[in-house]
């Protein structure tokens, strides 16, 4: 009868340790699978504020397959909206670069402008399947 009992309480002390031990079955979570990007999208600007020179430097890439570019840098000084814009038809380059002067220049002399508030600057991109890319920068200044 003690051996009954012995092996009773070993059983049942076997039975708790694997409960405690072993967690019960679960559901494994799903395998993540992220979906590929299917936008072709290509950055063809970036600007860069170049305080110094008190300037604004556009620079263009990844143009072979861009056919015209045009762009518009808008300010407010004093409460009145300043501006310079431009387009550049390209023939093949790769890059090209432009600097946009916050001020007015004439007859080889520039004066900058101050308090210059609300900087943007918009490029747009016109491609050879005529698709249009347009891009806004916001210029803290």
């Not at 950055?43 to 143009?63: D, E, F, I």
């Amino acid at each position: 009868m003690v051996k009954q009992k012995f092996l009773a309480l070993l059983i049942t002390t076997f039975f708790i340790v694997f409960i405690l031990i072993v967690p019960p079955d679960a559901d494994a979570a799903k395998k993540r699978v992220r979906a590929k990007s299917t936008s072709t999208a290509v950055s063809y600007s970036s600007a860069k504020l170049l305080r110094p020179k008190n300037s604004v430097l556009l620079t263009l890439k990844n143009l072979t397959n861009v056919t015209k570019v045009s762009y518009e840098l808008t300010y407010t000084v004093n409460g009145k909206e300043e501006g310079a814009g431009g387009s550049i038809v390209l023939s093949g380059q790769v890059s090209e670069s432009r600097e946009l002067y916050f001020g007015t220049c004439s007859h080889g002399v520039c004066t900058p402008h101050a308090n210059i508030k609300n900087a943007t600057l918009t490029v747009s991109t016109i491609l050879k399947s005529e698709k249009r890319h347009t891009k806004l920068y916001k210029i803290k200044l």
